[in-house]
């Protein structure tokens, strides 16, 4: 049975932005997150590593306990704190811009190729535009992080744009990460309100599903500390951090997070071609031109 081709290049209104974006996951889903994780998987192993070390050592610098037996007030050294913090922050940033370039450029593909893709274009795509993600990722977030210190209007409007950054480099190959950035205001200004709104919507589903899956880490920790039962041991306190259990329950808690950005990916591209039509009428156009070259 042949899957139902989604087509981007096209206007939508607020509905069929849900319906395509889920559509194209579901219709996609195995190839999908197949290509993807064999592009991005090992950054996001490592990633979940390194996030692993880190929660351990800073769990253990919150064990007071060393004191009692007058060994200090932990085993970390400074170093080791200082390393895991650094690892942790540049594998959170590789493993973002490999799955967001990933499932950019497997839309490319599939958009380009009518449905089908070409999983060794999309590897080299990605490995070729690694450092354009992350200098427009920099830029991303000076520009989010500005907004904040600018007030909540600001950094609402500003989050539009930013969320259609990542497409308007993939998808309009010719431009620079310049070029890119300044594209995506005059994008986002082509239909405000109705991006707006998706990403509004898309973002309370976004929290409530981490909140479910944030769920067996809360529970494991009231349990450990004694909350439920009403004796809360204070040195369970200091150590219940570096417990490998709750460790290991906070990782995956971060991996189906992680996961969970790639809805807001997809919605990205999806909105980006929404907002591109509404400017350019590239599809509209595409498909108009093939109205009477059917074969005779």
Not at 100 to 129: C, M, P, T
Not at 219 to 239: H, K, Q, R, T, W
Request: glycine content about 6%; hydrophobic content about 50%.
């Amino acid at each position: 049975m042949s899957k139902t081709f989604i087509e981007f290049r096209k206007q939508r209104d607020f509905n069929s932005i849900f319906t395509d974006t889920f559509g194209f996951i579901r219709n996609e889903f195995k190839p999908f997150i197949k290509t993807v994780f064999n592009i991005a998987g090992p950054a996001i192993v490592i990633f979940m590593l390194s996030l692993a070390a880190y929660n351990y050592i800073a769990g253990d610098i919150m064990n007071f306990t060393g004191f009692n037996s007058g060994s200090g007030l932990n085993t970390s050294s400074p170093f080791a704190i200082f390393t895991a913090l650094i690892l942790y922050f540049l594998s959170a940033i590789a493993a973002y811009i490999f799955t967001v370039s990933s499932v950019l450029y497997y839309i490319k593909s599939y958009v380009d190729n009518k449905g089908a893709i070409d999983a060794s274009e999309i590897k080299a795509n990605v490995y070729q535009s690694f450092w354009s993600f992350l200098g427009l990722s920099f830029l991303k977030g000076a520009t989010l992080f500005i907004a904040v210190l600018l007030c909540v209007v600001p950094v609402l409007y500003a989050m539009i744009p930013m969320a259609i950054l990542f497409s308007v480099y993939v998808f309009e190959p010719r431009r620079s990460t310049t070029d890119a950035f300044s594209q995506s205001f005059t994008l986002a200004n082509a239909d405000f309100w109705t991006a707006f709104g998706a990403f509004i919507v898309l973002g309370i589903i976004y929290y409530v599903l981490g909140m479910v899956f944030s769920i067996p880490s809360v529970v494991y920790a009231m349990v450990s500390s004694g909350i439920f039962s009403g004796e809360v041991d204070p040195a369970n306190l200091s150590s219940i951090s570096a417990d490998p259990i709750l460790i290991l329950l906070n990782v995956l808690n971060t991996f189906f997070q992680f996961l969970l950005n790639i809805i807001l990916m997809v919605a990205g591209a999806v909105i980006y071609f929404h907002l591109h039509e509404k400017v350019n009428f590239t599809g509209t156009y595409d498909r108009i031109s093939k109205i009477g070259k059917t074969e005779e």
